[in-house]
């Protein structure tokens, strides 16, 4: 079962290489194009959350890191960070039947990561943020 280990900078410029990275990893194992762009599409947004909102009012040195696992029945990312915790899984599903000037702002991103994956689970784990994302293949 291949794992990959990939280390950012918090900045949103990482973001094309994170993207790369993950299209690389999915095409070498065979992983179908549409799993790899939903996957790659999720991981682009939280990333973008850790690198936008997480490190705010904290001290370095930052951390940002994601693992990639591939098996045969799933593809599974993990993003680990030690910034501010904050658990996405608390977060409510957005109401999108009202209209957009209705509307709390944000959310959307972390209810798109909900929509392109099987599952997702958050933990808090010796001071670091983990989230994790599952699709099956």
């Not at 904290?58 to 045969?72: C, F």
């Not at 993003?79 to 959307?108: Q, Y």
Request: proline share 7%; net charge negative.
């Amino acid at each position: 079962m291949p794992s990959h280990h990939l280390m950012l900078a918090p900045d949103i410029a990482e973001i094309p290489r994170l993207l790369d990275w993950v299209e690389t990893n999915c095409a070498a194992s065979a992983v179908s194009s549409d799993i790899a762009s939903k996957l790659a599409l999720a991981l682009e947004e939280a990333a973008a959350n850790v690198i936008n909102h997480a490190f705010g009012g904290t001290q370095p040195p930052h951390r940002l890191a994601v693992t990639l696992t591939i098996d045969a029945d799933r593809v599974t990312a993990e993003i680990t960070d030690n910034g501010k915790a904050f658990d996405p899984s608390a977060i409510p599903e957005p109401d999108c039947t009202l209209p957009l000037a209705a509307r709390d702002p944000g959310g959307l991103g972390i209810h798109l990561i909900r929509k392109l994956m099987d599952r997702v689970d958050y933990r808090r784990l010796d001071g670091e943020n983990r989230l994790r994302l599952e699709r099956a293949r």
